[in-house]
């Protein structure tokens, strides 16, 4: 997997606090970060995607036709790294494919096709804290910030027809 990483030390130590977060805490930071700055930063990840849109929107359709609990449960597995056909081919996309992909499972929070977050949740501390540092930084950082912390995600694809 390749995977340069920003040398901008605010982005970096920013990446390391969103992955310093327990899982669900970093799926509701994302969550977050896309509803209080989703006019701004998520236009962006539509924009940058040199590629066809249709493969990330493939695989967002994939996890689309899911249950809400394996919808989530493929959320934390791209988290965690675990080894599943669906976090292989996620392993396999461009990293600006990755932050589309994730930006349409946000769409799809917010339409009701991918389960939503739990009504009334609270940011923990900490993600509260790093929300309010992401708001702080210029929109080049955001990205950069967003683009570092999915690209690791998922899993090694394996060669061949087994992705």
């Known amino acids: 997997m390749t995977f340069t990483q920003s040398q901008n030390y605010p982005v970096n130590q920013a990446v390391e606090s969103f992955r310093g977060l327990d899982v669900d805490s970093q799926l509701a930071l994302f969550w977050f970060i896309y509803k209080e700055m989703g006019s701004s930063v998520t236009p962006a990840a539509p924009a940058a995607s040199t590629v066809s849109p ?3 929107e493939g695989l967002f359709n994939q996890v689309k036709d899911m249950s809400h609990e394996e919808q989530l449960q493929i959320q934390r597995d791209l988290i965690t790294g675990a080894n599943t056909q669906t976090t292989r081919q996620y392993g396999s996309l461009s990293d600006t494919t990755k932050l589309l992909f994730w930006y349409l499972l ?3 929070m917010d339409n009701g ?8 949740y609270q940011l923990s501390g900490a993600a509260e804290q790093l929300l309010n540092v992401i708001k702080q930084m210029q929109f080049e950082e955001q990205i950069t910030l967003f683009r570092d912390y999915v690209s690791p995600m998922g899993a090694e694809p ?3 027809a087994g992705i």
């Open 54 to 56: 249709d493969i990330a």
């Open 106 to 108: 946000a769409q799809g």
């Open 113 to 120: 096709t991918v389960i939503p977050m739990p009504e009334n």
């Open 158 to 160: 394996k060669s061949g």
